[in-house]
């Protein structure tokens, strides 16, 4: 199923619309019980103290006498969005703009909202990133499989001045599999065999072949016992960019940097704390987002599966 923005905004051009839409994607609920009647609740219009939402679960009871209920539900309890404080529809929006990859300064300008806000619903999408990839790790490579391994200095003081130079150096680990296209990311503090090795073992599979350049930390690879998992080869970067003998290269993961590095400094910088949510959330990407619907529609399932009703 392909959307396009003007597509969702017709279906969602509503507050009714949109919890519709949320309903029938499982991120909200369809039904409700009122906790003392035990009877189902109505949705009913609701414009006074919800005005962002518009809607709220109510009794039916309300209006029976001589026991009246009053008891009352916000349409979002329950979900990942039940502290929710913006209008209805532009919790749908704010989806799909994260799966376009729109900067957080063009999404708030194009939707009329804080770039704060903005900002704390995307981290609640990287959230969602992280916990799918704890559910699914990461496997890449296999028999004859190339994998690609670089690390990268991911912050650093240009000109060797600036606030930079005081910071610990921010080094990132990087493997792509060139067969199905997706890559892995890992913040480091150091690029020493001990701490690099058992990342390798970790993510790729026996009978990979590992692509590297001739950073000593890699010839490790070379020490497991027979049968070795791994096939090993290296490229030396100050005369070829491609080994003229075996081929190994490194082009593909450095390429893989370059789209990671772009979504950084579209931040303007960023803490240390959440540069690991935003690693996740490139492989996430890789992983689930071949076009914009597709990331749309992935992000949806794996929030309703994140928060099940």
């Keep these: 199923m392909s959307f396009t923005f003007f597509d969702l905004a017709a279906s969602v051009n509503s507050q009714w619309s949109a919890i519709s839409f949320l309903q029938s994607k499982g991120l909200v609920k369809s039904l409700q019980i009122c906790p003392a009647c035990n009877i189902p609740m109505d949705l009913m219009p609701r414009t006074g103290r919800l005005p962002n ?3 709220s679960w109510r009794c039916p009871n309300r209006n029976t006498r001589p026991s009246r209920c ?41 939707l009329g909202m804080a770039e704060q806000t903005v900002g704390r619903y995307f981290q609640d999408f990287r959230n969602i990133c992280t916990w799918k990839l704890m559910q699914d790790p990461i496997r890449l490579g296999g ?22 130079l005081h910071r610990p150096q921010q080094w990132v680990f990087a493997m792509f599999d ?26 790729a599979r026996p009978g990979s072949v590992i692509h590297s350049d001739e950073w000593a930390a890699y010839n490790a690879l070379r020490n497991f016992p027979h049968p070795q998992p791994y096939r090993h080869y290296t490229v030396n970067h100050q005369h070829h ?31 240390r704390t959440v540069i690991p949510t935003y690693l996740d959330q490139q492989m996430w990407y890789d992983r689930y987002r071949m076009d914009v619907s597709s990331g749309f529609l992935n992000l949806i399932v794996h ?6 009703l």
Aim: charged fraction near 20%.
């Design 53 to 55: 939402i518009g809607y």
């Design 70 to 110: 009053y008891i009352e539900r916000s349409v979002l309890q329950g979900s990942m969005f039940s502290d929710c404080n913006i209008d209805i529809r532009n919790i749908i929006c704010l989806m799909y703009e994260w799966a376009c990859k729109s900067p957080i300064n063009m999404t708030g300008e194009r």
């Design 143 to 164: 028999p004859d499989r190339v994998i690609e391994i670089d690390e990268s200095l991911f912050a650093r003081a240009k000109y060797n001045h600036g606030h930079a």
């Design 178 to 203: 060139t067969t199905c296209k997706q890559g892995y990311l890992r913040l480091v503090d150091q690029r020493n065999a001990d701490t690099l090795i058992p990342i390798i073992q970790q993510v």
């Design 241 to 271: 960019y491609v080994d003229p003998v075996t081929h190994c290269t490194t082009n593909h993961v450095e390429a893989h940097w370059s789209r990671t590095k772009k979504i950084v400094k579209q931040q303007n910088g960023m803490k």
């Design 303 to 308: 929030i309703s599966q994140r928060y099940p």
